[in-house]
């Protein structure tokens, strides 16, 4: 079966940073993007980032200039570095895989448990 499963995530101090990874299995998603949301307490899901078969790459406004999403066809795993990380940052961060992709959670039909962001400040 499918499965996405996301690692990195923890507690990390306002200013540092984290790598996150999602690792693929059940199919290549070779011609998928892939795409990072996240998830604070009482708020929607919401885009951060996602790359495309292609290489291109879209980044939420948000995290625009900190955050960096990578893919590695290899071994079938997606990365978000974090830098400059805040305290605004910090939610369950899901990876996700679909045929079409974007900025829209309803675009992705694969989803990961989610790992867990926290910043202090």
């Known amino acids: 079966q499918v499965q996405l499963v996301e690692s990195g995530g923890g507690l990390v101090h306002a200013g540092g940073s984290l790598s996150l990874s999602c690792a693929a299995s059940?199919?290549?998603?070779?011609?998928?993007?892939m795409g990072w949301f996240r998830q604070a307490p009482g708020k929607e899901r919401e885009f951060v980032a996602a790359?495309?078969?292609?290489?291109?790459?879209n980044y939420a406004d948000s995290v625009k200039g900190r955050f960096t999403i990578s893919r590695d066809y290899a071994k079938n795993t997606l990365y978000l570095q974090m830098n400059s990380l805040k305290p605004e940052d910090t939610a369950v961060y899901y990876c996700?895989?679909?045929?079409?992709?974007?900025?829209?959670?309803?675009?992705?039909?694969?989803w990961g448990q989610g790992t867990q962001v926290t910043v202090s400040s």
């Open positions: 996700a895989a679909g045929a079409a992709g974007g900025s829209r959670p309803r675009s992705y039909d694969y």
């Open positions: 059940g199919g290549t998603f070779s011609s998928h993007a």
């Open positions: 790359i495309y078969w292609n290489g291109g790459r």
